[in-house]
């Protein structure tokens, strides 16, 4: 051996034993197109790249719709429909202890969801009664607002869907890529337009957005779904740290007016919140910094485990400094100017109450119980609407209604009869901050029920809260989000009470329907500086049944115990665990 040698040889044994281990096995590939090409890796993959999930329309007006459910092709049945907003629906009866034991097609009916995509929730009241009679004729009158600006109908037919796609595209609306690997709809500010303190109008950016990109194959095939959220309102109205990218407006000390970019937001079962880049985005720069971030996970996202194809898990590895690299020197080629961040918004961001416009007309927020209306009622709103001068509205991401354009002479009027259908413009806190998924009802995924449950919630407690209300001792908001499984599409970790759906043992053995309880998340607010998820406490759980018990109980620790100018959030991140029980 050669002095050289002798002095880089290791007299270590444990250094020895390490060096002769057999190398470690290369790390398994993430599926990233631009990394590791395109071959798909695993059947998600080789089906989307088949056949396109748009391509799915022509069978379903053609084949599926002529000869009904048994005639679908279980690939599209069970992938390609969501391209156009179609999801088979639970089957009555299923109780939430099997929903994990069944097989996907043990748990459908032979009916499905159908979500009409409203980019920016604007609607006229001509789309909102065409929404309304689809419900009346073909959904069994159901209809509800999600907490993503869309309506979903249920208890649709397969043979049903060519007349219903033509009735909405007769107005201007779709279903095309409401669900899916896909650009889901795009969140926008309710009061988009018409806010008298709006930073900058989000409208021509969102249509253009939706005419250039929605339904373009080349981005019809992402890892997995891609949610946006643009607004210029200063209340930040549309949950924009949730989202896999965000446009949040807002005046530059040097450049003026544009927007501050955000990346990488998704809660589900493993919550992240999004990151600002540090970018300011100027107008003229924003579809293309949107097709940039958008391209970035159709190129670089992972592909091989579809637990791991969200944005968020690109960010978390890459970082931003290497996200916002890529997006200028890859996909712009040109850098982006640095800005501030956003300022705390100064209102609440649900819009609910009577505002007056820019032009001098007013905007009313009314708000439903969790979300659930009826296909008639959608019917008698647009009529109602429109006899009191206004022809447009918008849904928001808390599961309300904004109507727009309301001449101050019917103002009162207006919201009297909004209340007769079940819209209250002067809500109590329980009913306005109560926002819940669909639940067992109809979606397959979930353990417990959620629409009723919220419903009776806000019953009892305006019932059994009263007294704080008339001491003035109750919060002025308060949110309370139900979920009917872990899968978070009711917010639960960014509520002040989230409640995530499950089964809990009982003493007689069976699993009796219940939630684990989250404290004191939330999103950035007139009351909140900045969003933060929620508190959970090792067994802390509760019975559906005992939900208003648990609630009120909570509500009234807080009450007592809370320092002045400390809000529930505040307090419950602070509070002892026993105070939480």
């Known amino acids: ?119 920016g929730g604007a609607l006229t009241t001509e789309q909102l009664r065409v929404i309304g009679q689809i419900s009346v004729d073909f959904a069994r009158g159901s209809a509800d607002l999600t907490d993503r600006q869309n309506i979903q109908l249920h208890w649709i037919r397969v043979e049903d869907v060519p007349e219903i796609w033509r009735r909405l595209e007769s107005v201007g609306l779709s279903t095309t890529e409401a669900c899916g690997d896909v650009p889901r709809v795009i969140l926008g500010s309710p009061v988009a337009g018409i806010a008298k303190d709006e930073i900058i109008d989000p409208t021509p950016l969102i249509q253009e957005l939706s005419e250039r990109f929605i339904g373009d194959p080349e981005l019809a095939n992402l890892p997995r779904k891609f949610k946006t959220a643009i607004t210029g309102h200063p209340s930040q109205d549309v949950v924009h740290e949730i989202n896999d990218v965000a446009l949040v407006g807002h005046v530059h000390p040097e450049l003026g007016i544009g927007y501050d970019l955000w990346v990488g937001g998704a809660l589900s079962t493993n919550p992240m919140l999004g990151k600002r880049l540090g970018a300011f985005v100027l107008p003229e720069q924003a579809a293309d910094v949107w097709l940039g971030v958008t391209s970035i996970f159709r190129d670089y996202g992972y592909r091989r485990m579809r637990t791991k194809a969200r944005l968020k898990f690109l960010l978390a590895d890459w970082g931003v400094e290497k996200f916002r690299t890529v997006l200028e020197d890859e996909y712009l080629g040109y850098k982006l100017n640095d800005g501030p961040a956003a300022p705390k918004p ?136 139900i979920n009917g499984c872990p899968n978070s599409c009711a917010r639960i970790q960014t509520a002040d009470i989230g409640l995530k759906g499950m089964m809990l043992p009982t003493p007689d053995g069976e699993p009796s ?37 648990y609630v009120e109980r909570v509500v009234r620790r807080y009450v007592a115990d809370h320092i002045e100018g400390q809000t529930f959030a505040q307090w419950a991140h602070a509070a002892d665990e026993e105070a939480l029980q």
């Not at 599926?31 to 798909?40: N, R």
């Not at 109590?428 to 959620?450: D, M, N, P, Q, W």
Request: glycine share 10%; aromatic share 6%.
């Open 1 to 119: 051996m050669t002095e050289t040698a002798l002095a880089g040889a290791s007299t270590d044994p444990a250094a020895s034993r390490k060096a002769n281990r057999p190398g470690r096995p290369a790390a398994k590939p993430h599926g990233q197109w631009k990394v590791d090409g395109t071959e798909p890796l695993n059947a998600n993959e080789t089906w989307k790249q088949e056949d396109n999930g748009l391509n799915v329309r022509e069978r379903i007006e053609t084949v599926y719709a002529q000869q009904g459910f048994e005639s679908i092709d279980g690939t599209d049945l069970h992938g390609r429909f969501r391209w156009w907003g179609l999801y088979t629906q639970r089957k009555q009866g299923i109780d939430g202890g099997k929903t994990a034991t069944l097989e996907p097609h043990e748990l459908e009916d032979k009916y499905f969801m159908l979500r009409v995509r409203i980019d």
């Open 346 to 481: 100064a209102t609440p961001g649900d819009h609910v109450g009577i505002h007056e416009q820019k032009d001098g007309k007013f905007y009313i927020g009314a708000t439903p119980t969790a979300g659930r209306l009826s296909g008639a009622a959608l019917v008698s709103l647009a009529e109602l609407l429109e006899s009191n001068g206004s022809y447009r509205l918008r849904t928001t991401p808390h599961q309300k209604l904004v109507v727009l354009d309301v001449p101050n002479e019917n103002v009162e009027t207006l919201v009297a009869e909004l209340d007769k259908l079940g819209l209250s413009a002067r809500p109590s806190v329980f009913r306005r901050g109560t926002i819940a998924c669909t639940g067992i009802e109809y979606c397959k995924l979930a353990i417990v029920e959620t629409k009723v449950t919220a419903a009776t919630a806000i019953a009892e407690l305006e019932t059994r809260l009263a007294d704080l209300v008339e001491s003035g001792q109750l919060p002025q908001a308060l949110s309370l989000h």
């Open 513 to 549: 329907p219940g939630f684990q309880v989250h404290l004191g998340g939330g999103l950035a607010s007139d009351n909140r500086e900045e969003a933060g998820l929620g508190r959970t406490v090792r067994g802390l759980k509760v019975y559906v049944a005992d939900l208003p018990d």
